[in-house]
């Protein structure tokens, strides 16, 4: 039972490239998220996906586009890269048992955009 | 006024002593209250979660919730140098979808 991982650990990018970011999980969780971190202002929600089939944006989704595979997989894209997009992603899922939310995280993809 | 505040610290405790980290929510509607521990370099890690007013206990870590004052808490008892982390609060509105995260306490247990 792997939780949630995600590939790659490490990415360096060029402004104006693209990339898509891996994230399954093998919890058979219904939810799964995409968080970025930066220094200074904790935990920001990209985009999340309640149900398979279904995704809406969070707090910071310009720049990002997701799509949710299957029950299993959700990935993030970027399309453009920019050096305001260098971050640390983390997907998350979650089971939303009894209307409960609790958030299991994946180890993370560190992305800097030149 | 952020949604989630937690006093970013860092918050110095001697080892074996009890360390006290808060966080303050804006929303009434707040059903879910959860705390992460997060080591530098890591990802977030769940260790508490509650639900109803009062105490969780759960080892050496307290949860605290207070919805009228809109307040929650972390009670760390018998700190130990590995507890030196970055504790995050999160707080999930109604029973929505999205957490809310505060931006994170640092802890540091000095031996």
């Known amino acids: 039972n792997a939780g949630v991982t995600q590939t790659p650990k490490f990415q360096v990018l060029k402004t104006g490239q693209s990339m898509t970011l891996q994230c399954a999980q093998d919890m058979n969780h219904n939810s799964m998220y995409w968080y970025r971190q930066d220094p200074g202002m904790g935990l920001r929600l990209i985009y999340y996906?309640?149900?398979?089939?279904?995704?809406d944006k969070g707090e910071v989704p310009n720049g990002y586009n997701v799509s949710r595979l299957n029950k299993r997989e959700f990935s993030l894209r970027l399309e453009s890269a920019a050096p305001s997009q260098t971050s640390v992603y983390f997907c998350?899922?979650?089971?939303?048992?009894?209307?409960?939310?609790?958030?299991?995280f994946g180890p993370g993809t560190r992305l800097t955009v030149l | 006024q952020k949604e989630v505040e937690q006093n970013s610290g860092p918050l110095s405790v001697p080892e074996g002593a009890i360390a006290s980290l808060n966080c303050t929510y804006s929303d009434r509607g707040s059903q879910s209250f959860f705390w992460y521990r997060q080591y530098s370099g890591k990802s977030p890690e769940l260790i508490m979660s509650i639900y109803s007013n009062g105490d969780k206990e759960d080892g050496r870590f307290t949860a605290q919730l207070n919805k009228a004052s809109q307040y929650v808490s972390l009670l760390i008892r018998d700190s130990q140098p590995s507890d030196s982390a970055t504790y995050l609060c999160?707080?999930?509105?109604?029973?929505?979808?999205?957490?809310?995260f505060g931006a994170g306490t640092i802890l540091r247990v000095k031996s």
């Open positions: 996906s309640a149900s398979e089939g279904t995704t």
């Open positions: 999160a707080v999930n509105r109604g029973y929505g979808n999205k957490l809310v």
């Open positions: 998350a899922s979650s089971a939303r048992d009894r209307g409960h939310n609790e958030q299991f």
